[in-house]
């Protein structure tokens, strides 16, 4: 499944990579980047990442009706913590303006996409995203990941270091990462188990901030992986399958609506 992410991407960066030779340079956005980290952390916090999803390889549609502002409107009224914009468009049909879109809100973005390249991540840096998301199954050479990791510390993005297994937990902790997310969805069957990141959780490390994501739909979950010691969860389908996303969050969190 990451194979076919990883071809579907290399046109994206064989397109970035024909801009930059033509003389074309990104231009780093100027505003706040709020910080991600610290605000899935903070005391009070619902610990939730509410997450902008118009469809999905599991799930085809999902929901093509709400607007980016609006859905992610109702995401921050209902007390999201920080926001997961997926940028991919052939799989998730997202876009990258939609982070300019949302960054009115002041919550830190997530860019949700299959960075494999540096132009991807100068391409990120010219948006409003706080944070950048890293999968460490898409690099079969660490010191490639450990480089784009450092990349986007200089370049002033909270890299999310994604991990389905121990052996990539391995890898994500050898390069340092401090922001671990956990996903629970079997990427050869594309179904979800929460107790993947119930059983991984034991290995955080103080220092370490760790995000549970993927199947997560019930208040009952939450609260379970809340208590195992997960600071943030991370939602999409579940609530982008209401008609209105922010309702299906506060429904979820028992937040504000
Ligand atoms: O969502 C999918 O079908 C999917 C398939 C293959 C690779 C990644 C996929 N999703 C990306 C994500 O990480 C999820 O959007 C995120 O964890 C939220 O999951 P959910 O709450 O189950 O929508």
């Not at 944070?131 to 199954?137: E, P, Y």
């Not at 391995?170 to 629970?184: C, F, M």
Request: glycine share 8%; charged share 25%; aromatic share 4%.
């Amino acid at each position: 499944m990451l194979e076919k992410f990883r071809r579907a991407k290399q046109a994206e960066v064989d397109e970035l990579i024909r801009l930059r030779d033509a003389g074309h340079r990104h231009i780093p956005h100027e505003g706040v980047r709020p910080e991600f980290g610290a605000a899935l952390t903070r005391p009070g916090t619902s610990g939730i990442i509410a997450e902008y999803k118009r469809a999905s390889p599991s799930k085809g549609d999902i929901n093509l009706d709400v607007l980016p502002l609006q859905a992610c409107r109702g995401y921050a009224e209902a007390g999201a913590c920080a926001l997961s914009i997926l940028t991919e468009s052939n799989y998730f049909k997202g876009s990258l303006g939609f982070l300019s879109e949302v960054a009115p809100l002041g919550l830190p973005l997530l860019r949700k996409d299959f960075i494999i390249h540096p132009l991807q991540v100068e391409a990120t840096v010219a948006t409003p995203a706080s944070a950048i998301l890293l999968i460490v199954r898409m690099f079969e050479d660490l010191d490639e990941l450990a480089q784009l990791h450092a990349l986007c510390l200089t370049s002033g993005l909270e890299p999310v270091v994604e991990v389905f297994d121990e052996r990539d937990l391995d890898r994500a902790k050898e390069i340092g990462s401090t922001i671990i997310q956990v996903n629970n969805r079997d990427l050869d069957t594309l179904t979800t188990d929460i107790g993947r990141c119930l059983d991984m959780v034991r290995r955080k490390e103080d220092g370490e901030i760790w995000i549970g994501a993927s199947g997560i739909s019930t208040p009952e979950q939450v609260s379970r992986l809340k208590a195992a010691g997960l600071d943030a969860l991370l939602i999409g389908t579940a609530l982008m399958q209401h008609e209105s996303p922010g309702l299906g969050l506060a429904r979820l969190s028992g937040g504000r609506s």
